[in-house]
C-alpha cells in the first residue's frame, strides 16, 4: 500500500541552500531569493512512497552541475528531483562551481557533518568528475586514480557516520570537446565499478546526455558547458529514472 502525501508541498532554504519541505498552496514551482536565502514552492505529486521517515536530511555535494549554474530558474537537476520526491525532506545543495574531487573530499567532512543529526536518516549525493578531466597546462586536473581514491575516501566517511551515499556520474562538458568526452566517460565507468564493489548506487549521465539534443542545444546557446532549465530536468529524469526511488525509500540500516 502506497503512503498518501499531504496535497501540497514547499521547499524552502537559508544557510548553505538548506531546503525543506513543508505545507503551503499548490502552484508551480517557483524559486525567488539570492545568494544565501531562497524559496521553492513545489508540487507534491510524483513519488509516492511506502514509507514516511520523520527526518530524512539529504547533502548533495558536487560541482556547479550540482549548483545549477545556467538555470534561470535556479533550481537545477537538484531541486527538480527534489521536487518529484515530494517528501518531507531536508536538503542543502553543496555545490561549488570548478570544484574537483580534491575539492570535494577537503570540504566534505567540514560541511556535511554538521548538516547532519543523530537519529536522522542523513544521506549524501555526491557528484564530481567533469572538472577532474578537464585538461590545463598539458595535464587533467586530477588524476583520475585519485579521483576514485577520493570517491572510496568519501564512501568511507559515510559508512563511518552511517550517512547512506548515492553517487551520480559526471556530465558532459560539450564545449570541452571529444577528449574530455572520452577521459569523462572512462572516469564514470569507473567509479560505476567502484560503487559497485560496494553496493552504492550510480546513475551514470555522460553519455546520456552528450548525445541528448535538448542538453547540447541548451548548453551550445549557454555558456558551452551548462544548460538551461530543460537540459537540467533532462539531468533530473535520469536521476529519478534510476536508482533514486530505490534508495529514497530504503530505509536506513
Not at 524552502?12 to 517557483?30: C, F, I, N, S, Y
Not at 572516469?187 to 547540447?216: K, N, Y
Not at 529514472?241 to 530505509?251: F, G, L, M, Y
Amino acid at each position: 500500500m502506497l503512503a498518501a502525501l499531504p496535497a501540497h508541498r514547499t521547499v524552502t532554504g537559508v544557510t548553505g541552500l538548506e531546503q525543506r519541505a513543508r505545507h503551503v498552496a499548490p502552484q508551480k514551482a517557483a524559486l525567488s531569493g539570492t545568494g544565501q536565502n531562497l524559496s521553492v514552492t513545489v508540487p507534491a505529486q510524483v513519488i509516492r512512497v511506502g514509507r514516511m521517515i520523520e527526518d530524512i536530511r539529504i547533502c548533495f555535494i558536487g560541482d556547479s552541475f550540482v549548483q545549477g549554474i545556467g538555470d534561470p530558474e535556479y533550481r537545477g537537476w537538484v531541486g527538480r528531483v527534489l521536487e518529484a520526491t515530494g517528501q518531507d525532506i531536508t536538503a542543502f545543495n553543496l555545490g561549488i562551481r570548478r570544484n574537483t574531487s580534491d575539492d570535494v573530499l577537503r570540504r566534505c567532512r567540514s560541511e556535511v557533518l554538521p548538516r547532519t543529526l543523530p537519529g536522522a536518516d542523513n544521506r549524501l549525493v555526491i557528484s564530481f568528475g567533469s572538472n577532474d578531466t578537464v585538461q590545463e597546462d598539458g595535464a587533467v586536473r586530477v588524476d583520475p586514480t585519485r579521483c576514485l581514491e577520493n570517491l572510496a575516501s568519501i564512501l568511507d566517511e559515510c559508512r563511518h557516520h552511517s550517512i547512506s551515499p548515492l553517487v551520480v556520474g559526471p556530465p558532459p562538458v560539450i564545449d570541452a570537446g571529444a577528449e574530455h568526452l572520452r577521459r569523462t566517460e572512462k572516469l564514470a565507468g569507473e567509479m560505476a565499478a567502484l560503487c559497485r564493489t560496494r553496493q552504492i548506487p550510480f546513475i551514470s549521465t555522460t553519455l546520456e546526455l552528450a548525445h541528448d539534443p535538448v542538453w547540447t542545444e541548451e548548453v551550445a546557446s549557454g555558456d558551452g558547458a551548462h544548460p538551461g532549465s530543460n537540459g537540467y530536468r533532462k539531468l533530473a529524469d535520469l536521476v529519478l529514472a534510476e536508482q533514486w526511488r530505490e534508495w529514497i525509500t530504503q530505509p536506513r540500516s
